[in-house]
């Protein structure tokens, strides 16, 4: 070979072979938040899709005040599965319902199972004491286990002993599967991502879709994901007039969906999948984990109906939480700060009578139902293992359909 050629078809392998390398690295985060403000962001209400209630600031679970999210997000590999190598198309979502800066402080909390096909770990001592007690963490099916001991590690070095000196931890980590579009037995989340989805949580605008946990989900055979939206709550006391002034408070819903069939899916109240026929898979095989946030001060068996009400939101969607469907749902409330704390004997807590929770209900509903449309629309096509390919709901054809129920 010529002198002179040799060097260029090395420098022609080289950038080949770095090329290939980086097209493998696993996306670890979201772009930085000030691109993020730079990318057109188009959401259900975008395209005149019309829901009921007040929606918070941002429409999203940030609006209740201290609460953050945080995302890692792994995309490397194309064409045939090879298990351990990729395609990989998963992620870590992280809520933080007090912030960083409370990570010690529990708050009130309450959970259901509206469909037990699934996994969401902790759940036992949410419902024996009452208190979520860390964060709550989202990605796949087989990765719950890693996922678990990783915030455990995080919280041990971001913690302290309690006060008898005996530190310990039952994490609350929730799954849905996405082994449609990711090397799901490749096992590619690891205990950095944890911490990183961790670490970058914050308030504030957060992205949705195929991001963090929901990066390869499904939901009504179009793409899946993350979604959120809230509500404004307005409560007067029972025996006062309408000019009476209100406490308003904030509801927050945020889902990782992963869940239903083509034909099921109605945005509201059309029928849009049998308006835009399709099919990914011959059966149902995904789940929706759901969590409800609120300001409002709440008990735990008030925080439990809270989140009973989820499935009202999800069937105003068309599903029917099939039997391989894993629905479990999570509310807790920010109120009552340092109500955990055993350094005195007793606490005053402040809490909403039974009989004004109406409100509260209707505002998970609506936001519920708002939050999987918002999954759905801000999102994108996607391909994964084995070339499986997923279309993302086509917003010009939503929008015919939407303008020709009006």
């Known amino acids: 070979m010529d002198k002179e050629i040799k060097p260029i078809v ?28 730079e990318v057109k962001v188009v959401r259900a209400r975008d395209l005149g899709v ?11 679970i940030t609006d209740v005040p201290g609460v953050e999210v945080g995302y890692t997000t792994l995309i490397s590999g194309e064409g045939k599965l090879e298990v351990g190598k990729g395609p990989v198309r998963t992620g870590v979502t992280a809520i933080l319902p007090r912030g960083h800066d409370s990570l010690n402080d529990p708050v009130y909390a309450g959970y259901f199972s509206l469909n037990g096909n699934g996994e969401m770990t902790g759940t036992a001592w949410v419902d024996e004491s009452g208190f979520l007690e860390g ?12 996922a678990r001991d990783a915030v455990i590690a995080w919280r041990i070095k971001h913690g302290a002993p309690d006060t008898t000196g005996y530190w310990w931890s039952l994490p609350v980590v929730a799954e849905t599967w996405d082994g449609w579009l990711n ?5 590619h989340v690891k205990s950095e991502d944890v911490f990183h989805a961790l670490d970058t949580a914050h308030g504030g605008a957060i992205e949705e879709g195929s991001i963090g946990g929901g ?3 499904i939901c009504y055979e179009f793409k899946g994901g993350n979604g959120t939206a809230s509500r404004q709550i307005d409560i007067r006391p029972a025996a006062a007039g309408k000019d009476a002034p209100p406490r308003t408070f904030v509801v927050g819903v945020f889902l990782q969906a992963n869940f239903g069939r083509r034909s099921q899916l109605v945005i509201a109240g059309v029928p849009v999948g049998k308006e835009i026929p399709g099919e990914v898979y011959k059966q149902e095989s995904g789940s929706c984990i ?3 946030a609120t300001d409002a001060p709440l008990l735990p068996n008030q925080l439990k109906r809270l989140a009973r009400r989820i499935s009202l939101g999800l069937a105003r969607t068309g599903t029917v939480s099939g039997n391989g469907s894993g629905d479990l749902f999570l509310a807790f409330s920010t109120a009552n700060p340092n109500v955990a704390n055993p350094d005195q004997v007793t606490h005053t807590v ?9 409100p509260l209900f209707t ?7 708002e939050a999987v449309v918002n999954a759905l629309i801000d999102n994108d096509s996607m391909t994964g293992r084995d070339n499986h390919h997923v279309e993302a709901l086509p917003h010009d054809r939503l929008r015919e359909l939407m303008k020709r129920a009006r």
Not at 20 to 32: G, K, L, N, Q, T
Not at 183 to 187: E, L, P
Request: hydrophobic share 45%; proline share 10%; no cysteine.
């Open 10 to 37: 090395f420098l022609l392998l080289s950038l080949a072979f770095v090329i290939h390398v980086f097209a493998r690295e696993p996306i670890r985060s979201p772009p930085p938040v000030k691109q993020l403000a």
């Open 290 to 292: 759901a969590v409800v």
């Open 183 to 187: 090397d799901i037995n490749g096992f």
């Open 215 to 217: 990066t390869g989900m």
């Open 135 to 146: 964060p709550i963490v989202i990605t796949n099916t087989h990765s719950v286990g890693v």
């Open 50 to 60: 019309p829901f009921d209630g007040t929606p918070g600031k941002l429409n999203s």
């Open 363 to 369: 505002g998970v509903v609506q936001a519920t139902e």
């Open 350 to 358: 402040q809490t909403i009578p039974n009989d004004l929770m109406d």
